[in-house]
């Protein structure tokens, strides 16, 4: 179990995320909050273009996960090189992350992450893969 963080999204020049990915792979994963330690369980894509892992702001806020505010905002670029409509990386947190009987800490890039065009399925995280 890896539990050490990373933390090179600040400083980072940019950051990529897919936005036509060949197929879709989703999972189930549970999150837990550092802070209460309540629990919540997320649907989530594996993304093979991302460079990170990302998080809605809105289901960030919605689901109480406290925020931390980078020092300096981080630009998020799709795959194609063209800007990500939701803006800038502003946000990151902490949780730890459960899947089928194995946890590690992660640290999650926050921004507007729109649907992407080629789905009609809902998701408020995506990894890099």
């Known amino acids: 179990m890896n539990c050490g ?5 600040e400083g980072a020049r940019e950051v990529r995320r897919t936005l036509r990915p060949l197929r879709e792979v989703w999972m189930k994963v549970g999150l837990e909050k550092l802070d209460t330690h309540e629990g919540v369980t997320v649907k989530a894509l594996l993304d093979s273009g991302a460079t990170r892992i990302f998080m809605d702001k809105d289901f960030a806020e ?17 795959v194609d090189g063209t800007d990500n409509n939701g803006g800038k990386i502003e946000y990151k947190i902490e949780c730890n992350m459960y899947f089928e009987g194995h946890v590690e800490r992660i640290r999650v890039d926050v921004c507007k992450c729109y649907k992407p065009l080629f789905s009609t399925k809902s998701f408020s995280l995506f990894f890099s893969f």
């Open 5 to 9: 963080l990373k933390d090179n999204t």
């Open 62 to 78: 919605e689901q109480g996960f406290k925020l931390v505010k980078l020092e300096k905002p981080v630009e998020v670029k799709n």
